[in-house]
């Protein structure tokens, strides 16, 4: 009985250091937004792709940025898959999916707004 205990504790803990690590590793998710299927953050928020980005780097800084915050990423995130590390020009950390910067947008308040698809025609909600 101690054994069979001690295995499914053990199974137990690899699963849920599993699930941790992928929650680490994969910093966003599929949900359902006002615009179909999208990226969206923890929170549920919908995330954007900005057409003057280069791949790798953010083009919205300082009042853009204060519009369109950065999906940020911890300082010892690590790429996985397609999401990738940028830094950007404040020093900063950023997710990227497919080479392309990640940000939310001020206006969207609840989980699933996509109030910033087509602003200015160079945003775009983030599809997988």
């Keep these: 009985m101690r ?8 199974t137990a803990f690899a699963a849920l250091t599993l699930s941790a690590a992928l929650a680490q ?6 949900g359902d937004t006002a615009k179909g ?6 929170a549920g928020m919908t995330l954007y792709w900005y057409d003057r980005d280069r791949a790798g780097a953010s083009d919205c800084n300082g009042v853009c940025a204060n519009n369109w915050p950065p999906f940020h990423a911890a300082a010892d995130a690590k790429p996985a898959g397609e999401w990738t590390v940028i830094t950007r020009k404040d020093g900063g950390k950023q997710w990227a999916y497919k ?3 990640l940000y939310t947008f001020y206006h969207d308040a609840d989980p699933g707004d996509a109030k910033g698809d087509g602003v200015n025609n160079v945003w ?3 599809t997988p």
């Design 3 to 10: 054994i069979l205990v001690s295995a499914l504790f053990a």
């Design 25 to 30: 590793t994969v910093p966003a998710k599929t």
């Design 37 to 42: 299927k999208a990226l969206v953050d923890g």
């Design 124 to 126: 775009h909600v983030a």
């Design 99 to 101: 080479g392309k910067p």
